[in-house]
Every structure is written in structure tokens, then in C-alpha cells.
């Protein structure tokens, strides 16, 4: 099971730290979160959380500067700065396959969105249901475009795409 989340600007620091959990390094609790089980959290595409969440926010700035840029204005506060995509793990995922088929997701998003635009995955086992968050930072020719990066044809074909894709990889 997969979906997206659109993110706005002031929505992007908390998201992010959602990723690294870094609130929960600081202390915080969240009942949805078994800590015991946070040490086998890992990322897909850098050597740490905190390196890859560091990649996510340098690609958004990088992406807001090239659209008001272009654009010759500001971004618009209601804007799109980037799209979460959260698959979970099946249920009939074979014991060991786990990493495989979080490393296919990450692999079908890079090859859907772009891979400068997809810096890797955040990989949660510590949830009731293990997942990967996959930013998507939705640039396009320059500008931060969600609407046409993510559309309603992509929506409709994505489960299905991604589930050849997974298939096929493992």
C-alpha cells in the first residue's frame, strides 16, 4: 500500500524531522513508536538519517532558488516544496526480503520522479507497520511544480507501476 503527502514550506522542517526521528532523540514520546525497535530504522541512499535528511532540505532550498529564480518572485507560501510517498511493507513479504523490497520502492520512485530529485528513503520498522517515506522533491524544468510532477494519470498508475516494478526487482 502506497500514498503521497504534499508538503508545504512551513510543513517541511517537522516532516523532515519525522524522517530522522530526530524529535525522539531529543526525548519525545510518541505512543506509535516501539523505541526498542528504533535502532533498526535505517536510510536508503545516504550513510545516516541525518545526512539524508540534510540532502532533503538542501535539495528544497536548491529547488525554491531556481523557481523564484526563474519564476523572478517569491515561491508561493501554499506551495508544494515536496511530495512523501509512504509504502508499506506487505504482510506476505518474505522474511529477509524487507531491505530488497524498500530498495525497490526507493529505486522505482528515483526512475519515476528523477533521481535528483529523489535523495532516497527513510526505512521505519519501529511502527506498528514498516514503511518507507520517500521524498520527492517536485521540480520541473527548473520550478517547484507538484501539480504537474504528481498528476491524476500518475495517481491511477502508480500502485500498479510500482508493483510490476517491485516484482520485477525481486
Not at 535502532?39 to 541512499?45: D, M
Not at 525497490?104 to 511502527?127: K, L, T
Not at 510532477?149 to 516484482?167: E, G, I, K, N
Amino acid at each position: 500500500m502506497a500514498h503521497v503527502a504534499k508538503v508545504k514550506m512551513a510543513a517541511l522542517a517537522p516532516m523532515v524531522g519525522h524522517y530522522a526521528r530526530e524529535a525522539e532523540r531529543r526525548g519525545y514520546r510518541r505512543e506509535n513508536i516501539d523505541q526498542e525497535r528504533t535502532a533498526l530504522n535505517y536510510v536508503l541512499g545516504a550513510e545516516s538519517g541525518d545526512r539524508l535528511a540534510a540532502a532533503v532540505r538542501g535539495r528544497v532550498s536548491d529547488a525554491r532558488e531556481s523557481h523564484e529564480r526563474l519564476a523572478g518572485r517569491a515561491l508561493r507560501k501554499d506551495a508544494n516544496v515536496l511530495m512523501d510517498w509512504v509504502v508499506t511493507l506487505p504482510r506476505d513479504c518474505p522474511e529477509g526480503m524487507e531491505r530488497g523490497f524498500f530498495e525497490a520502492v526507493v529505486d522505482f520512485i528515483r526512475q519515476r520522479y528523477g533521481a535528483e530529485n529523489v535523495p532516497g528513503g527513510f526505512v521505519h520498522m519501529d511502527e506498528t507497520t514498516p514503511h518507507v517515506h520517500v521524498p520527492v522533491i517536485p521540480e520541473k524544468g527548473g520550478k517547484l511544480l507538484a501539480s504537474q510532477v504528481v498528476t491524476r494519470r500518475d495517481l491511477q498508475t502508480f500502485h500498479s507501476d510500482l508493483a510490476a516494478a517491485v516484482d520485477a526487482a525481486l
